[in-house]
């Protein structure tokens, strides 16, 4: 796949998009609470990871480890950036009020699941966030992550384990 990418393949560049853009949404939503934004950012991403992809290197980590970790930098930078901080001042008083009057459920975000999710180990902090925060099933993690499904089941029981470690008063 990786080799497919450094050649400019556009099935390959296709199929990256068809199996990982869900995640990587999911990881700048995590930062960005903007779906527009997000949607917009994610399009950046994918060039970015188009255009930078010889700057990947195998020995370092997975190939989605590192499409990740794009992921998230440019969520980050974005969050920083003057436009979005002007952006969040400008935003009108009735969308601030009608989005807080719609938040009656609870979210994981305001009890602070999310921060303890983000403590875990990478491996475990993936599988959780896919499976528990974006809904997807094992099998489907298997197949986005390729990785063997009793893989993902054992990881994702230990992610549990260590999640459970970390809430324990």
Not at 13 to 21: I, K, T
Not at 67 to 94: C, F, H, P, W
Not at 99 to 105: K, P, Q, R, V, Y
Request: charged letters at 25%.
């Amino acid at each position: 796949m990786v080799t497919l990418l450094k050649h400019r393949e556009e099935p390959a560049f296709n199929y990256l998009y068809d199996h990982y853009s869900g995640a990587l949404y999911s990881v700048i939503l995590s930062i960005i609470s903007d779906r527009e934004l997000a949607n917009d950012l994610l399009q950046e991403i994918f060039v970015k990871i188009w255009r930078q992809i010889e700057s990947y290197d195998t020995t370092k980590g997975r190939l989605f480890t590192w499409m990740l970790n794009v992921a998230r930098n440019a969520s980050i930078d974005a969050v920083r950036s003057k436009n979005y901080r002007q952006g969040l001042q400008n935003k009108e008083l009735t969308e601030n009020v009608h989005h807080a009057a719609g938040s009656i459920e609870i979210n994981s975000d305001k009890i602070g699941l999310r921060k303890i999710v983000q403590k875990l180990k990478e491996d475990h902090r993936i599988l959780i966030e896919l499976s528990y925060f974006e809904g997807y099933t094992q099998d489907e993690i298997s197949k986005m992550l390729n990785m063997p499904l009793g893989t993902v089941k054992t990881r994702l029981r230990s992610a549990l384990l260590q999640l459970k470690q970390a809430i324990k008063p």
